[in-house]
Structure formats: structure tokens, C-alpha cells
């Protein structure tokens, strides 16, 4: 009976040590898992690198120092983050991964938004100046061409349209900021030469030079009148030739000048063409000069000489250099530019018409303009 | 046996620690491949090897993915062994591109040596043409003007010869290459003028 009796609270403490172990058992594999799982990341790592790994390329060709910060404090992040992945759960901070990876994503948005903008900026002002510089070649190509320009002036256009080629090539790669900077530099070359025409051109507007030319082209017309001679008045800023008989105006023809003719003719070599009041002193017929028909005028006349002996005592009038001679208006003309050594020439058939006219001693004006 | 059987479970759990506590990520290699890709920016792979750098950092990337899916199993599964040969492919492509950047660097600086030299060379052929042209007995009227132009031209490119030296020196080789190949461009065409020229006159 004892026996028997005994046999109930063993049956109780086998079936409370099997409770027991199975409870340890649950505790042990709860605590293991516990311990073994990583907390899921509230933060998205994976999505955070990817973009600033992105940005980082995207910022690098044009703010190189952004990028380089922001790879920096990458790397910064993906210290503390191997870090915290390797931290007893109980000492893991997911909120230190979330503020290294926040910091990184805010220098990101900032620098693309910094990007942005200067690529916005740097796209209006390519529009902008690359517009100006194209617009401005044109003229300055034209302006280039007119008689007094130099050599100094071609070069800045030849200046101004590499620099161009330029940026019209690094706008095609959306180099925009590079562009409008080598846009910039064709358009100061090219204003540099419209302010040196602009110099050449400042005395066709003065009121001082076109009073005198008006008079002088007038007291030839009346003289014309009052004799009833033929006299030729020659505008030289419309390249123009007018001939006036008895007054009258009765012919007119286009005329080529010296290549730097439309400046007043100082000295022998200057390329340029005189102003004042002439007289055919030669008529030259075909066999008679190299430019098929020529008219020979009397430059330098005494007002030439004077201006010339003020101009040499002023030291404007290089050593050793005279007056020059032999100005005339002559044939082989036509060739749509100004390429003369001073004088002026006209199409051989028009100087066919215009030798019906010619005779010694008659009148020959030439002004800047006629206003 | 009560206490056999704690001492059993107790192992058990050890080991299930120790074993978690083992699997660490790969932190050396990490380092080495970042280093690598640190290494081929610095060797201006951006400009000279962008494609090669742009793979090298997509494979660091997915290493790092990688070692994050790694970090988020339960400890017992975790492996870093797929991760420890993306890392080593990461930095063996981010070497690819630091070799292809020098490589490229030193090509595109040969090129662009090249480049100005013969523009040089073109500038002074018509400067050679040039002389032999003023010297010529034969100067038909207009040839004085013409030879302005002409000089003109020559003189503006000689002034940008400047700016292909400058970005050679400041080693944007490959902008020293373009301006040189234009300048060369517009320096043959001069020589091309002046030889033509030439043969007009009959000089």
C-alpha cells in the first residue's frame, strides 16, 4: 500500500519536471531567437545609399566637392551602420544608422537642388549670351570689313568666332556654364570690334564735319551752276560718285575705296582716301595706266599740305614719310570691296560713261558724307 | 538528472549563441573595396573610366545590399559569404577602373599633346607661306589688303593657342584636345588660303 501510495507524487513530479523542461525549452528558443534576430530597420539603408551613391555621380563633373562631401559622410554612415549591426540588440541604436543616413540624404537633396538650380541659371544665361554672341558675329563680321579696320581687328573676329565654335560644341555636351563662359568671350571680342567701327564712324555723325562737307559740297554745285561746268562729287560712306553737270546732277555710280578709305588720308601709305576740293589735272586713256581708264587729281592740294606739316609737328606722321601723290579715280572697280591705295575706282564700263564728262581741270569733291 | 538536463540545455544555448556571435559581416573586405573605389576617384575615373567606376560602384552597392539581407536573418542563417565575393568582385572592378582611368588619362594627354602640337606645326606652315607671300615680286592692288585679313586671322589664332596650353597644363586633356583640334582646323585653312593664294599670283 505504501508503495502504491508513493507512486501518485512521483507521477506529479515527473509531469511537473516535464513541464518544467518544456517550459525551459520555450524560454531557451524564445531568448535565442531573441537574441538572434536583428530588429527589422525602420530605416531604409538600401534605398538612402542607393540614391546618394547616384547623386554623388551626378554631382561629380560639376561640383566635385559636393560630391566628394557627400561620399564622405557615406562612408561615415556605413561605419555606424556596420557598427550598430554588430551591437548586442539591447545596445543597438537604429536611430543613429536613421541620423547618419538622414544627414546624408539631407547634403544630397540639398546639393541637387543646388545642381538644379545652377543648371537652370546656367541654361537661361547660355540662352541669353549664346543668343548675343550669335547675333553679335554677324555684324562683326560685316564691321570688320569696313575700310580702316586693321589686322588687330580681324583677329579678334577670327578670336571671336573659335571661342564660339567653342561654346556652341560644350552647349551640344550640356556643358551650359562653360559655354555661356566661352559665349562671353565671343561676344566682349566681337563688341570690341563694333566699338572700333563705331570710333570710325563717330566723325560720318559729328555736326561739325557734316557742316563742312555740306558746304563744300555745295559751293561745288553752285560753282558748277554758275559756270556751267561738269564737276564729280564723291561721297565716300556711300561709296557714291554724282556727277553734276551745270548744277545738275546727270549720272551716279557705285565706287570702290583705299582699304582703309573711309579715314582721312594723313600721309603716303595709309591706305586711305582724301577729302577736299580737287581738279582733274591728267586724263589718263586705256594704255595710259594699269586700271583701264583714270582721271589724276591734284592731291595733295595746300590745304593737304598744311594739315600734313601740323600733323608731322605734332609727331603724328612716322618718320621719314611724305605726303604721297598719284590719287586718281580709275577703272578695274567691281570688286565689292574696298582694296585701293587711296584712290577711287569704278566699274570700266562706268568709267566709259563717266569719261563723256571728263576734262582737265574739272571739279572733284570728296566728303566723308553728304548728310 | 534534473541538473544533466540543464547542463544539456545550457550548452545548447552557448552554442546557439556562439554561433550567432561568429557571423559577423565582412567588415575588412568592405573597407578594402571602399578604398579601391576611393582610390579610382582619385585617379579621375569620374572623367576617364566613368563606365568602369559607375560598375565598381554598383557592385559595392549590392555587396552592402547584400550584407544588409545578411544582417536582418535570424543569426543561425546568416552568411557573408555571397557578400564577401561581391565585395572582392566590387573592388577588383573599382581597380578595373583606376587602371582604365590612368590608362585613359595618359592616352587623352598623348592625344592632346598631339593635338596642339599640330596645330603648332599648322601655324607655322603659314607663317612659312605668309613670309614667302609678302616676299613674292608680284603684289596685284588689293594684295596688301587681303594680306591684312589674311594676318589678321592668323594672329587670332595664334592668341588662342594659349587657351589649348592652359587647359593642357590645368590636365582638362580633353579640352585641350577640342580647342587644339579647331585651332589645327582653322590653321589649315589658312595654309590652304595662302598656298592658293600663291598659285593665283603665280608667285
Known amino acids: 500500500m505504501e508503495l502504491e501510495g508513493s507512486s501518485g507524487p512521483r507521477k506529479a513530479a515527473a509531469l511537473r519536471r516535464r513541464l518544467f523542461l518544456c517550459l525551459f525549452g520555450i524560454a531557451a528558443a524564445a531568448l535565442t531567437y531573441y537574441f538572434g534576430k536583428r530588429a527589422e530597420p525602420r530605416y531604409n539603408v538600401v534605398g538612402a545609399r542607393a540614391v546618394a551613391t547616384r547623386a554623388a555621380g551626378r554631382l561629380a563633373p560639376e561640383s566635385p566637392d559636393k560630391a566628394r562631401q557627400i561620399r564622405l559622410l557615406m562612408n561615415l554612415a556605413e561605419s555606424v551602420t556596420s557598427r550598430e549591426d554588430v551591437q548586442p540588440v539591447w545596445d543597438r541604436s537604429d536611430e543613429t544608422v536613421q541620423m547618419m543616413w538622414g544627414r546624408v540624404l539631407d547634403l544630397t537633396r540639398d546639393s541637387m537642388r543646388e545642381l538644379l538650380a545652377r543648371r537652370i541659371a546656367a541654361r537661361s544665361r547660355w540662352a541669353d549670351v549664346g543668343k548675343q554672341a550669335e547675333k553679335a558675329l554677324p555684324l562683326a563680321r560685316e564691321e570688320v570689313k569696313a575700310p580702316g579696320l586693321s589686322r588687330r581687328e580681324q583677329a579678334l573676329l577670327q578670336q571671336a568666332e573659335i571661342a564660339l565654335d567653342r561654346a556652341q560644341r560644350l552647349a551640344k555636351r550640356g556643358a551650359n556654364a562653360q559655354a555661356s563662359s566661352a559665349a562671353e568671350i565671343a561676344l566682349a571680342r566681337a563688341q570690341e570690334i563694333h566699338r572700333a567701327w563705331e570710333a570710325l564712324h563717330a566723325r560720318f555723325s559729328d555736326r561739325s564735319s557734316l557742316h563742312e562737307w555740306s558746304s563744300m559740297v555745295q559751293a561745288t554745285i553752285a560753282e558748277s551752276a554758275r559756270i556751267g561746268t561738269t564737276a564729280l562729287v564723291i561721297d565716300k560712306l556711300r561709296r557714291r560718285l554724282d556727277v553734276y553737270a551745270s548744277g545738275k546732277k546727270v549720272a551716279s555710280f557705285s565706287v570702290e575705296l583705299g582699304s582703309k578709305g573711309l579715314r582721312q588720308k594723313e600721309h603716303a601709305g595709309d591706305k586711305a582716301t582724301p577729302e577736299g576740293r580737287y581738279r582733274v589735272v591728267a586724263v589718263k586713256n586705256h594704255g595710259q595706266t594699269h586700271y583701264y581708264k583714270a582721271l589724276l587729281i591734284n592731291y595733295p592740294n595746300d590745304e593737304d599740305r598744311s594739315r600734313f606739316e601740323l600733323h608731322r609737328r605734332r609727331g603724328q606722321v612716322p618718320k621719314g614719310v611724305g605726303l604721297g601723290s598719284l590719287i586718281e579715280i580709275h577703272g578695274e572697280g567691281g570688286r565689292g570691296k574696298d582694296w585701293t591705295d587711296g584712290c577711287i575706282a569704278l566699274r570700266n564700263n562706268e568709267m566709259d560713261r563717266l569719261f563723256q564728262y571728263a576734262r582737265v581741270n574739272m571739279l572733284v569733291t570728296i566728303v566723308g558724307t553728304v548728310p | ?203
Open chain 2, 1 to 203: 538528472m534534473r541538473s544533466k538536463t540543464t547542463l544539456a540545455l545550457a550548452v545548447l544555448l552557448s552554442s546557439a549563441l556562439l554561433v550567432t556571435g561568429c557571423a559577423k559581416p565582412p567588415q575588412q573586405e568592405l573597407d578594402a573595396a571602399t578604398a579601391a573605389l576611393t582610390e579610382a576617384e582619385g585617379a579621375k575615373a569620374d572623367t576617364y573610366a566613368s563606365a568602369e567606376l559607375g560598375a565598381a560602384r554598383d557592385a559595392l552597392n549590392a555587396a552592402k545590399q547584400e550584407i544588409e539581407t545578411q544582417n536582418n536573418k535570424f543569426a543561425l542563417f546568416r552568411s557573408y559569404k555571397n557578400a564577401i565575393a561581391m565585395l572582392t568582385d566590387a573592388a577588383a572592378k573599382a581597380k578595373t577602373a583606376k587602371d582604365t582611368a590612368v590608362a585613359n588619362k595618359e592616352k587623352a594627354k598623348g592625344e592632346a599633346r598631339a593635338a596642339i602640337d599640330n596645330a603648332k606645326n599648322l601655324i607655322t606652315q603659314a607663317q612659312t607661306e605668309m613670309t614667302t607671300l609678302e616676299g613674292c615680286k608680284r603684289k596685284p592692288k588689293g594684295f596688301a589688303a587681303d594680306m591684312t585679313v589674311l594676318k589678321g586671322n592668323l594672329d587670332g589664332i595664334v592668341a588662342e593657342v594659349a587657351n589649348a596650353e592652359n587647359a593642357f597644363t590645368s590636365e582638362d586633356f580633353l579640352g585641350a584636345k577640342s580647342t587644339a583640334e579647331s585651332l589645327a582646323g582653322r590653321a589649315q585653312t589658312l595654309v590652304t588660303d595662302l598656298q592658293n593664294a600663291k598659285t593665283k599670283i603665280k608667285c
